[in-house]
């Protein structure tokens, strides 16, 4: 069935909600859905009654942090993390990203604030308003850097700009200064993919699990008669050094399956504390 076929003969919205997201998932590229709600508010901003971080002590050196989302994390991001970076007996920090879809971009930076210790270029937003045909280097570092205060913002920006950079930028608080492993597997997407690969490829992290999600675009909610919100990708998204990862994802340094990932992560630390 196509879309125009789906639209005209759906019996109701909860068969053309399933029916359009099947039909989204055959697009070679991600972040198109629809759904059936009004409430668009920023999704930094969604209030959760279940706890989003889980921060747990796996050994004395060894600080365990699994963050669910990046929708509803930023607070307690803010309240747990320094209390990671200010405990002298932490040598180790897991962070994992697994079945983390994503969310939106202040808690990306609140993580980020507490685990880069210089400037890490993110990567390039290039919009429909920037003429290019694939990486451009050149002509995206002139994109004007962008610190975002929220994901509204970052969707404001790009809906009318050529497109932007994404920096996180040397923070002026304390960061952690040990050894830090990601875990992940398929479903770690959208927002975390960015921070996976920016954090293998610096080798600032070890990443360990699985083969991300590959689903990086930049999306913004669109209402429609005031019962449904049509999720539209408005950039397309290049790493500092040219990757695309939509429908690619980010491979581990260490590939196993990810119910295996945190215990390998302990091998491994626990290895480096016997040497």
């Not at 991001?77 to 932490?90: D, E, H, Q, R, Y």
């Not at 609140?110 to 451009?136: H, Q």
């Not at 449904?228 to 290049?238: G, N, Q, S, V």
Request: charged residues 20%; aromatic residues 10%.
């Amino acid at each position: 069935m196509d879309a125009e076929k789906l639209f005209s003969e759906a019996h109701d919205d909860i068969e053309l909600f399933l029916g359009f997201n099947m039909l989204a998932q055959k697009l070679p590229f991600s972040h198109l859905n629809l759904l059936i709600v009004q409430d668009t508010a920023d999704e930094a901003e969604i209030v959760s009654a279940n706890r989003s971080v889980i921060f747990e002590e796996k050994n004395a050196t060894t600080a365990y942090l699994k963050i669910k989302n990046f929708s509803s994390s930023t607070a307690e991001l803010a309240a747990t993390l320094p209390m990671i970076v200010n405990n002298p007996a932490f040598k180790s920090l897991i962070i994992d990203l697994r079945d983390n879809g994503g969310g939106g971009i202040n808690a990306a930076f609140e993580l980020a604030k507490y685990i880069v210790s210089e400037d890490l270029e993110v990567g390039y937003f290039p919009t429909n308003k920037l003429s290019y045909s694939g990486f451009e280097p050149e002509l995206f570092k002139k994109l004007p850097a962008l610190q975002p205060k929220s994901t509204n913002e970052f969707g404001e920006q790009l809906r009318v700009t050529p497109g932007v950079k994404l920096i996180f930028k040397k923070p002026a608080n304390k960061v952690f200064s040990g050894k830090i492993f990601v875990l992940t597997n398929g479903l770690t997407g959208s927002t975390c993919e960015p921070i996976v690969y920016a954090l293998k490829n610096t080798n600032r992290a070890t990443v360990i699990g699985e083969k991300t999600f590959g689903g990086m675009l930049a999306a913004s909610p669109f209402v429609i008669e005031n019962k449904y919100t049509l999720m539209l990708p408005i950039a397309d998204f290049y790493t500092y050094d040219g990757v695309r990862l939509d429908r690619v994802g980010v491979s581990p340094n260490i590939e196993v399956k990810s119910a295996d990932a945190l215990e390998k992560a302990l091998e491994i630390i626990n290895g480096l504390s016997t040497n």
